[in-house]
């Protein structure tokens, strides 16, 4: 083999695993994607006490640490002020379990009472989510779901 076309396939090798090993580590760094995310809302009736479920698919390539759930109504304060990461470190966390190799389906519900509804504003709500991956990186969606409250 030549000298040149040695040279030159050394060299591909090198960029073509330079290339590979930045492409990995980018992927490494991705933020969560959230996906099929759905909010199921069932009023108190009579003594029978209702829920708020939600649902949520969430992919991080190096795991998910957390996912975090806070319902708010569209027509308060937390509309006028966009949430970031740290208004949702206190809100409450879905349980998660592995549906995929780096997919994970998280579970939050509540019990809504009948005193509940009464002190709730009536119409639209939304779903805020923080999704937080195993190497920091966090997802935010303030609008991952909506229901309604009657």
Known sequence: MSRRI????????????????????????????????????????????????????????????SVKVLAWPEKSALAKQKSTAEDMAAAESAVCKASGEVTVRCTYTTKVTGSDVASSPRGVWRVAVLATAQNGTTTLDTEAAGFTVR
């Open 6 to 65: 040695a040279l030159s396939v050394a060299a591909g090798v090198v960029v073509i695993g330079a290339a590979g090993a930045l492409a990995f580590a980018y992927a490494g760094e991705q933020p969560p994607e959230l996906a099929d995310s759905t909010a199921r809302y069932t009023a108190p009736d009579g003594h029978r006490d209702g829920s708020l479920t939600f649902v949520t698919d969430v992919a991080a390539s190096s795991g998910v640490k």
